[in-house]
C-alpha cells in the first residue's frame, strides 16, 4: 500500500511576494535618501538643512512606495480575478471543452492521452476552476498577488532602509558627513544583497556586488550633480 503521508518541505517560492517588495523597498530607501543627502551636502548646504532634506525625503518615498506598489499588485490582482471570472463561465457553459483543455496540458507536459484524460476528469471532479487558475493560467496561492501586503512591506522597508543613513547624518558632523554616509550606506547595501540572497537561495555574494554596484553609482552621480550646481549658484 502506497503511503500517501507526505514528508515535510520547506521552500522559498511561498516568500516572493513580500521578499520582493521588502528587498525593493529597503534598497530604494537606503539609495534614494543617501543619494539625497550626498547631493545637498555636496551643494554645500547646511547640516540642519540636511536633515530636513532626509526627513522629507524618508516621508514622501515611503508613502510614494506604499502608493505605487499598491496600485501596481492591485492591477495585477484585478487581472487575475477577471481571468478567474471568465474561466468560472467557460466552465459553466462549456465543460467538455474545458476538460479537453486541461488534457491537452497534461500531454503537452508529458502525459499519455489515456493518463492526461483520467487526470483532468479526477482534477474537474475535485475543483475544476482550481485545476485550471493552477494550470492553465498559473495562478496559485502562493504565486496570487497581495496588494496590501505588498505595499506595506515596501512602505514599512523603505522607512527603515531610509533611516540608516539619514541616522548617520544626524550623527556625524558636516564636515565629514559625506564620506560616512557614503561609506555605511554602501555597507548597508552590501548587507541588504546578502541577506536578500540568502533568503531567496541565490548566490550571496553575487547579491551584495550588485545591489552595492547600482547603490553607489546612483549615490556618486546625484552628490556629482549636487557639487555641480552647488559650485553654479
Known amino acids: ?14 516568500r516572493v511576494g513580500w521578499l520582493r517588495a521588502a528587498v525593493l523597498g529597503a534598497n530604494d530607501g537606503i539609495v534614494s535618501t543617501a543619494s539625497l543627502l550626498l547631493g545637498v551636502a555636496a551643494a554645500s548646504a547646511g ?8 526627513v522629507a ?12 506598489e499598491y496600485v501596481s499588485v492591485h492591477s495585477q490582482s484585478d487581472t487575475e480575478k477577471a ?13 467538455a471543452a474545458e476538460r479537453r483543455e486541461l488534457t491537452a496540458i497534461y500531454v503537452g507536459r508529458g502525459l499519455k492521452a489515456e493518463l492526461a484524460t483520467e487526470v483532468a476528469e479526477q482534477l474537474m471532479a475535485h475543483d475544476a476552476l482550481g485545476a485550471h487558475a493552477r494550470d492553465e493560467l498559473g495562478i496559485s496561492e502562493t504565486m496570487s498577488a497581495r496588494p496590501l501586503q505588498a505595499a506595506l512591506a515596501s512602505e514599512g522597508s523603505f522607512a527603515v532602509g531610509a ?5 548617520v547624518a544626524a550623527l556625524v558632523p558636516g564636515a565629514a558627513l559625506i564620506a560616512w554616509v557614503s ?11 546578502a541577506v536578500a540572497a540568502h533568503s531567496g537561495g541565490a548566490p550571496v555574494l553575487a547579491g551584495a556586488w550588485r545591489v552595492t554596484f547600482w547603490g553607489a553609482l546612483a549615490m556618486a552621480i546625484t552628490a ?7 559650485a553654479v549658484g
Open 1 to 14: 500500500m502506497v503511503s500517501l503521508r507526505r514528508h515535510a518541505e520547506r521552500h522559498r517560492t511561498d
Open 47 to 54: 547640516h540642519g538643512n540636511v536633515l530636513m532634506t532626509g
Open 57 to 68: 525625503g524618508l516621508v514622501a518615498g515611503a508613502m510614494s512606495m506604499a502608493a505605487g
Open 83 to 95: 481571468d478567474l471570472a471568465r474561466e468560472r463561465v467557460e466552465l459553466e457553459t462549456d465543460p
Open 163 to 167: 533611516a540608516l543613513p539619514l541616522a
Open 183 to 193: 561609506g555605511l550606506s554602501l555597507a548597508f547595501l552590501a548587507a541588504l544583497g
Open 224 to 230: 556629482g550633480a549636487g557639487a555641480l550646481f552647488g
